[in-house]
């Protein structure tokens, strides 16, 4: 609200609306005070920088002249929602992953010129929603990077796949159509999921072409063999599967025996590098221990941000929230299952309750 040339946030405009319900204002007197004209269309006034805090003005009046009665939020489904309801639905509508736009067409906004947005019946609603799924879109940001393929990757994950495309020289405009960028430009481009995905796989291009001139000049290749080819590498290390790794880690936690755990799943070792794979086990053992840290960080700032936006968190909720994170920060289902003994001991850690 704007007011003899002072610009009031929400919590002065507040104040000083609550002031004039008390001295008993009308609609009349505030909307003179707030400039707005009389004799204009609704229309004509909703273009006003002040629209808002009239209609503010006259639901706070129209509560303390009503013994705390509250005036229909907005309307749609069944009819007229209370703000309660409406809150509701717009949680189901950002945990389902509806767009603004979509959000806004079922609301009869979207589309609309401002002037007739502001006057419509929805419109707290579908200013709420917006601003709910722009906070969401910034939460989830670092484990849905991008979408590629079926799903979100993370942005490992995505700088993985950039890498891996512009290794396997990828033409740029195949990049694009991958990435859902075809046919646009500007603002939309900008604003997409995948833009920075994009960005990525140009820097990963210079970087490639970089490491092939220096090749070409002889610097970092493999010495031939007799007959072509490069010359076999001596000392290779064998990787170990995920699955191998979980099962480990299950039997050392089982038995608390780790020499006895080496000797099960690697018993042709020699003494000194089952010593030495000791150790290793012990670093899969920390490893786990960080990426369910990093889930557990991920969840919590989700889960406050929920609060905070007044959306209703239910246990079942945080659960599947906490299998999405674990699944986008790949870790094993078998690893992580977030039952209800996880979510007891998830919300004592951090001192939250729901």
Known sequence: MVLGGLIHDSKMTKEKLSSWVKSGGTIETVGARLGLQQGLSLEKNAEHMNYEA????????????????????AEFGTGLQNKEKTKNFLAGQLI???SVENVGKYLGVWGLPLNQQRIHANWRAFKRYSKMYA?????????????????YQTEEKTKDIMLKWAMAKRRFADVKQSLGLTGLSGQQLTEHVN?????????????????????????????LKEGGGCKERKNVR?????????????????????????????????????????????????????IESACDSCIVVWL??????????????LSEHALDVAKEL?????????????????????????
Do not use: C
């Open 96 to 98: 389902a992953g509806s």
């Open 238 to 290: 064998t990787s170990t599967t995920f699955e191998t790794r979980l099962a480990v880690i299950k039997h050392f936690e089982e038995s608390g025996d780790m020499a006895a755990t080496v000797v099960r799943f690697f018993p042709a070792l020699s003494v000194q590098a089952k010593h030495s794979k000791k150790r290793v086990v012990y670093g899969w053992i920390k490893d786990r221990e960080k």
């Open 304 to 317: 406050r941000s929920m609060q905070k936006l007044g959306v209703p968190v239910t246990g079942t909720m």
């Open 135 to 151: 906070e969401y879109q910034k939460l989830m940001k670092p484990i849905r990077f991008s979408y590629i393929g079926s799903g």
């Open 330 to 354: 790949g870790i094993d289902s078998a690893l992580f299952t977030a039952s209800v003994t996880w979510r007891k001991s998830f919300l004592k850690r951090h001192k939250l309750a729901m």
């Open 195 to 223: 833009y920075e995905a994009l960005q990525l796989f140009k820097g990963y291009v210079e970087d490639v072409k970089r490491l092939g001139a220096a090749e070409n000049k002889g610097m970092g290749r493999q010495p």
């Open 54 to 73: 009239l209609v503010k003005f006259i639901r706070m009046k129209f509560e303390a002249e009503n013994a705390g009665k509250q005036l229909p939020y």
